[in-house]
């Protein structure tokens, strides 16, 4: 099984640093407040499970292997068949995304975006210079980040996947 790794990008980092910090200025001006116990302690509650799930959900690496492509998360993983899939490096792959649901930034882009030039698409990706599209043969296209995407494109297409223009 081969590995790749999907680093942070800086604003991704930034951003995920400065809702860190929003929220727990929140948490703190909530709980100092004289707000009623049935009011503080949820909402706390709900912004503390907020910022576990988004930092759960993201992306830590990709491993390629039999012919499948693993997105392996803080927790859990996702799994896209490589074998007769469409393959592409595509540097403006996030240019023009709108989330639709998920994540925009905050540890990750994960979850389902929407562009005009590759219509509804997953997201599982911690930076935005290293697009690399993925067209599984049945299914929704799909856009990860590898640090070194050429690599990563070489590894999918020897696992089965076509190579496109």
Do not use: C
Not at 8 to 18: D, E, F, L
Not at 86 to 92: A, G, H, N, Q, T
């Amino acid at each position: 099984m081969k590995t790749f790794a999907t680093s942070m990008s800086n604003s991704v980092r930034w951003i995920g640093i400065s809702t860190v910090m929003i929220v727990l200025a929140a948490i703190a001006i909530v709980m100092s407040r004289d707000a009623p116990a049935t009011l503080g302690v949820p909402l706390a509650g709900i912004l503390t499970l907020a910022l576990a799930l988004a930092y759960a959900i993201s992306p830590l690496r990709y491993e390629m292997g039999g012919g499948r492509l693993v997105i392996r998360r803080q927790v859990g993983r996702s799994t896209v068949e490589l074998r007769g899939a469409i393959i592409r490096e595509d540097k403006d792959a996030f240019k023009g995304l709108v989330r639709v649901f998920g994540n925009g930034g905050f540890f990750a882009f994960d979850g389902l975006f929407y562009s005009r030039q590759l219509g509804m698409v997953k997201v599982a990706a911690r930076h935005r210079d290293h697009g690399v599209v993925i067209q599984p043969p049945s299914g929704r296209k799909v856009i990860v980040s590898p640090d070194d995407p050429q690599a990563f494109v070489a590894a999918a297409v020897a696992e089965g996947a076509v190579l496109s223009n």
